[in-house]
């Protein structure tokens, strides 16, 4: 049974043949703003041959640049549209805050759900209101990051309400079909590359090549990551929202794991290790699942932040993954059997279930008036010029309501 029948009818049901995921061994031959949509293929850029800038060692002989013979990345297909979902379920996410008065000016910044991929989240509209004196959405470029900031006088007991109202789909990665477009080569280097937490050479690239051995496809690298992260892997939910996501630190220590941002920027830093492009994906659960109680939310959303992950090769595009959850529901529910555990397994490597929106890419992110933000998914405050995670802060209280939106 394939895995969206799983995803309509729960999680013995979406059991499926192992096969079906294994790469194969050779291939055949906004109110208030204007939305900004940048289409990825409009801006193509071919790397040049000759002597690629040397930013680390790894990028120069990724997936993108020398895919060995035979593996599911050494020939690309012809080109075509992807097409769009045909099942969607639309939600209203409301957030309310409030602040205690200062007698400094205060400023809050709060992530947005991204409106520009249209694959699996769409159709954004924003509505705010409140006492403050000017609010509005900051974009960055290539669908990194949108945030709506807005602004107290001092003395003033700050409100606000935001609701997002979007429509979302299960995202399934189908290893039989190579016809997605080339993603833009600034975008794949750029999630090469090591960063303030993800490593991607030194003990990281030893690591990840001890765990693949002689595999060579790329796809089937992925997956034998996805598998060790999941088993070497121990999920924290004493730690606040996403944890630290220092995989750094990880590496050093040999102690794996903690929660999704650590989990999963694990994986990510492993993939990159190994020239495979990769990212973590920030966002918010809205929603009950259908894979295990654990991994859904009923109407409050305020503590339940998540951050997933997603890989690229060269001709599928963006495959989805999620080891933190594997590791989240084999901690969490009790009840599991091996049999659905090793279900589960297989599906959340090239699926996710969109009970859960995005928020943004975007990591050492740096906000007018804030410090230096690892990742940008909760709240943030600025009051006397210093910024406090919201959740932190004394006087400071937000609560986030999702609910499920009929037609």
């Known amino acids: 049974?394939?895995?969206?029948?799983?995803?309509?009818?729960?999680?013995?049901?979406?059991?499926?043949?192992?096969?079906?995921?294994?790469?194969?061994?050779?291939?055949?031959?906004?109110?208030?703003?204007?939305?900004?949509?940048?289409?990825?293929?409009?801006?193509?850029?071919?790397?040049?041959?000759?002597?690629?800038?040397?930013?680390?060692?790894?990028?120069?002989?990724?997936?993108?640049?020398?895919?060995?013979?035979?593996?599911?990345?050494?020939?690309?297909?012809?080109?075509?549209?992807?097409?769009?979902?045909?099942?969607?379920?639309?939600?209203?996410?409301?957030?309310?805050?409030?602040?205690?008065?200062?007698?400094?000016?205060?400023?809050?910044?709060?992530?947005?759900?991204?409106?520009?991929?249209?694959?699996?989240?769409?159709?954004?509209?924003?509505?705010?209101?409140?006492?403050?004196?000017?609010?509005?959405?900051?974009?960055?470029?290539?669908?990194?990051?949108?945030?709506?900031?807005?602004?107290?006088?001092?003395?003033?007991?700050?409100?606000?309400?935001?609701?997002?109202?979007?429509?979302?789909?299960?995202?399934?990665?189908?290893?039989?079909?190579?016809?997605?477009?080339?993603?833009?080569?600034?975008?794949?280097?750029?999630?090469?590359?090591a960063s303030a937490q993800l490593p991607n050479n030194g003990e990281a690239h030893t690591l990840a090549v001890r765990i693949v051995g002689r595999i060579i496809d790329p796809v089937a690298q992925a997956r034998a990551l996805f598998e060790w992260v999941v088993d070497n892997s121990t999920y924290d939910p004493d730690l606040p929202a996403c944890g630290k996501g220092d995989v750094h630190a990880q590496i050093a220590s040999k102690s794996y794991g903690g929660r999704s941002a650590d989990i999963n920027g694990l994986f990510v830093a492993l993939c990159r290790a190994l020239g495979i492009p990769a990212r973590r994906v920030f966002g918010l659960r809205i929603a009950p699942s259908r894979l295990a109680a654990c991994l859904g939310v009923e109407r409050d959303a305020t503590y339940a932040t998540h951050c997933r992950a997603e890989f690229y090769v060269p001709g599928y595009g963006w495959i989805p993954a999620d080891p933190s959850d594997a590791c989240r529901a084999m901690r969490l529910e009790k009840h599991l059997s091996p049999e659905d555990s090793r279900a589960l397994r297989k599906i959340l490597f090239g699926v996710w279930e969109m009970n859960w929106l995005v928020y943004n890419r975007a990591e050492s992110l740096t906000l007018p008036g804030l410090p230096t933000l690892p990742f940008f998914i909760t709240p943030q405050l600025e009051r006397q010029e210093v910024a406090t995670e919201g959740l932190d802060l004394d006087g400071f209280r937000y609560h986030i309501e999702s609910r499920s939106v009929q037609e």
């Open 1 to 193: 049974m394939k895995r969206r029948a799983f995803l309509a009818t729960g999680l013995l049901a979406l059991m499926s043949s192992p096969a079906a995921l294994a790469a194969p061994a050779k291939t055949a031959k906004k109110p208030t703003a204007k939305k900004t949509t940048r289409k990825s293929n409009a801006n193509v850029k071919k790397t040049p041959k000759a002597a690629p800038a040397r930013v680390q060692t790894n990028a120069e002989k990724s997936v993108l640049d020398a895919a060995p013979d035979g593996s599911s990345a050494s020939r690309l297909p012809p080109v075509k549209a992807p097409a769009l979902p045909t099942e969607w379920r639309r939600f209203a996410i409301t957030l309310t805050a409030q602040i205690n008065p200062s007698r400094h000016r205060q400023r809050l910044w709060l992530p947005l759900p991204i409106s520009q991929d249209g694959l699996y989240q769409r159709d954004q509209q924003l509505v705010w209101q409140g006492n403050f004196m000017e609010g509005g959405i900051l974009r960055l470029p290539d669908g990194e990051l949108e945030a709506f900031s807005c602004e107290w006088s001092p003395g003033i007991a700050p409100r606000l309400e935001l609701t997002a109202t979007l429509e979302t789909a299960d995202r399934q990665f189908d290893v039989s079909r190579r016809t997605r477009p080339p993603e833009r080569d600034d975008i794949l280097r750029r999630n090469l590359l």
